[in-house]
């Protein structure tokens, strides 16, 4: 027996109502024998690029047949179209506003200032045959997306879902930009301890590095959180990210989302 | 090999504690090939009307040999009995205090107004065999209700739990109310997004009616979130729900649960 | 085919990331057979205490070959050791602080005066072999330990993991202290409810004993929450917990994690 298809699920729906437990109900009852694993449901509400940063940093630990269902949605009901895309690190099922950018463009399969599928395949979810009908006004997630989820892990072909698109939304994905020495990025994520993330890669940053952030300097790159009090640190996604120790850089700095960090190399 | 067998959760436990951890693990002790999913453990504490809207909105997506485990539980360790219901819609395993009479009445195995159950069967857990025991004063869910849940998962008859019971507590179980040109009804539940979702059922609802909550009006159905700052929307459930774009109904409007909503034709 | 084995999860990483997600990524794609069952992600940031005392409160419901992956490590990055150890009722997994302390000590196969290893055995997990490399400075969890607890999940044997350890560190474990007439213990959790649990075993305690806390006197074990407004009960632990009906004990006393409880018989 093959090992069980994993369905990650990705959304701002929180863990008070049932909704979550709705779409669950609806993928086991499509594909019983799929292995659900929870990304995060606590993205901020209609926060399209947090989840997409969550999906981005947690896809490529999963195996490459991994279906990642995420609905953070803030347009359904209206014309926004609803997806699918098969890339080289997994299946993406969700809305076309964004969300999957991150993830699809680190992997080479779009690119981000055109929106342009570059590898894999990307299609409308159209096909009637693949939804919970009829379907609601309010609650895609159910109706369109888990189905399309639960079709494609119980075998069907992607492109039985609908016809192939070529460009996708991209959202508010942003990349680093350099010039002759420095790298000037963004915060792009505050996670649970306070650390904020940026968007600016290791191999980017030498050791000796400067740090400029919110008007304060940090100089060389720490080792571990206990460093020092302040530290720049390459964290768990292989980004730099600002921390405090035994505290949160997010209150203790005053960082959010969307912060400049300056890299210059000191010489 | 069947599929599994799904067990539900649903509970005031938070996850903080272990409390949830330790009926799974009861479970797993027990019927080993149990697929467990979680509908929600942050009911408010104590909160069995909330509780039972829940299980009614995520039940009827389940398999309909689905086991729904629920334990929101103030009268723990007093005389309230321990109930297995069989219905049309799946087994029930919980405390006897109403949080289980939405989803049945739904389903009409249950007269609301009587607390008789119509249709299926409900047996009091009566059965020392089928415990963890001794059994606590203080959690039932450990060891009276996970231990049934598996068991019926595992295969037993729920008559071997105990002894038929013909009449069930209903709780605070309300349904709408029809006039000759009014339906008046009330919020059930305010969702994670801050929408104020009532018990009126959409087919009593015309397109074109006027609805009255808290001394505001709003006229005609919406047909997505985005069409108006608030709207009346037939929501996820079929019923209608009352929200405000972008934003929290509940806190914009200050709507909370029991509110009055009523809806008018438009004549 | 034998049931899946489990491995429990407990961190303090919260649910708004997907540092937990990422964990469980790598656990099934080395051990995709594995059942996961998360104990808790809602640890305080560090509180290596608070963590152990679920664990400890938890694992005697696992089946014995279960697996305890547990993440609280403020020493991430610095010299503190990563362990894996087996004893009477499981397998743990996690930075060596404390955190596995008082479920070892429970089961007799630690001394919590010396961290001897009395029972079972501890390994170190220095083999690179079982690491997903190249580790990095921030988190072991997805590098180190669950690398470690999926492949215990996949058959090897603790002993591939790494060398033998005889001593681990205890953390800030305590028992209570019994003189002729009183037994003296403290509060080691605040649970869900606010219901404030200590660390007195409930054979300490005679039914009709008189507590003491935070200059408040209560006589006699309750049978049930609802006995009185202030109760002291056996909780579901099997030690005494002191509870307030309908409220949460822990904000209308001020109790605290560490607050001293006594117990004094009737004479």
């Known amino acids: 027996m093959p090992p069980e298809r994993i369905i990650t699920l990705t959304t701002d729906f929180g863990l008070e109502d049932a909704y979550v437990a709705v779409m669950k109900a609806v993928i086991l009852g499509i594909a019983p024998g799929t292995r659900l694993v929870d990304i995060s449901h606590h993205v901020h509400a209609q926060d399209v690029n947090g989840a997409s940063y969550l999906l ?43 969300i999957f950018a991150p993830a699809l463009a680190h992997q080479g399969g779009l690119d981000v200032s055109t929106g342009s ?31 399309a989820a639960a079709h494609l892990a ?14 996708l939304e991209v959202g508010g994905y942003g990349l680093p930009v350099r010039t002759l020495d420095t790298v000037s990025g963004r915060i ?13 890669p290791a191999k980017l940053v030498a050791d000796g590095s400067i740090f400029g952030i919110s008007g304060r300097t940090i100089r060389g790159l720490a080792h571990s959180y206990q460093d020092a009090h302040m530290v720049a640190i390459v964290g ?26 300056t890299v210059r190399s000191d010489r």
Do not use: M
């Open 236 to 261: 768990s996604n292989d980004t730099v990210e600002i921390a405090v120790r035994d505290g949160s850089a997010a209150d203790v700095l005053g960082l959010h989302v969307g912060d400049v960090l």
């Open 154 to 167: 119980a075998g069907i072909a992607l492109s039985e879902l609908g016809p192939t698109v070529d460009q």
């Open 117 to 147: 599928v570059l590898h894999g395949r990307a299609v409308e979810l159209a096909n009637d045959k693949y939804r919970l009908g009829p379907v609601s006004r309010t609650f895609h997630g159910r109706d369109i997306f888990a189905p």
């Open 56 to 98: 981005y940093s947690a896809c490529r630990y999963f195996p490459s047949n991994t279906i990642h269902l995420a609905v953070v949605d803030p347009g359904v009901g209206t014309a926004r179209r609803a997806i699918a895309v098969v890339s080289a690190h997994g299946f993406f099922v969700g809305p076309d506003n964004g």
């Open 188 to 200: 792009v994520h505050i996670d649970h301890f306070g650390n904020a993330i940026s968007n600016i």
